[in-house]
């Protein structure tokens, strides 16, 4: 025989742990200084000139 499961128990379990998932996303997205989110548009704003520079233009 198997083991008793309370499957409330269990229900309630997998809904913390992801709550715990989306708390840890949302820490790293939303969890930065202004200077780190000005870092991260420069770095971006960068990448896509040196994509834009990349391109070759076609007729």
Known sequence: MGEVVNLRAVRKA???EARAVQAQAN???FGQTKGEKARAAQDA???ARVLDGAKRDEP
């Open 14 to 16: 997998k809904a913390r």
């Open 27 to 29: 820490r790293a997205k």
């Open 45 to 47: 704003a960068r990448a």
